[in-house]
């Protein structure tokens, strides 16, 4: 947000690219999310029953979801690190901001692979 701020700050008009670069680290969360909802489908805690499962279910659940916590926590760090260099793009020449937007999508997707590994692991569990 600090290297937007200081972009909008200065030219207005280009909020709209420096709003996009901003956004783009944020979207592990929303991984992170689709994780926990398959994990809650897995379990049928959406029914409101909570299931009866050996703890060693419980520790494979976890461990399953440990792709998309450490790939979407990693990719998160460095897709900001690419993103704050893409605003330095934004602020220097506006016209290339798409090859700022372009290398910060391309670590995006080490935490797709993370997300897409949780659920095949999550899809691999025998609940009973």
Excluded: D, H
Aim: net charge neutral.
């Amino acid at each position: 947000g600090q290297a937007a701020t200081g972009i909008v700050s200065e030219e207005p008009e280009k909020f709209g690219k420096a709003l996009l670069l901003q956004a783009l680290p944020s979207t592990q969360g929303i991984y992170g999310f689709i994780g926990c909802f398959w994990v809650i489908i897995k379990l049928g805690l959406l029914g409101g029953a909570v299931p009866n499962i050996a703890w060693q279910t419980g520790l494979a659940i976890c461990l399953a979801c440990l792709p998309v916590a450490i790939n979407g926590l990693v990719s998160a760090i460095f897709q900001g690190r690419v993103s704050v260099s893409g605003m330095n793009i934004v602020a220097k020449q506006p016209g290339e901001a798409g090859k700022g937007v372009i290398m910060a999508a391309m670590v995006e997707t080490y935490a797709v692979l993370g997300l897409l590994a949780t659920i095949l692991l999550i899809q691999g569990i025998n609940l009973s």
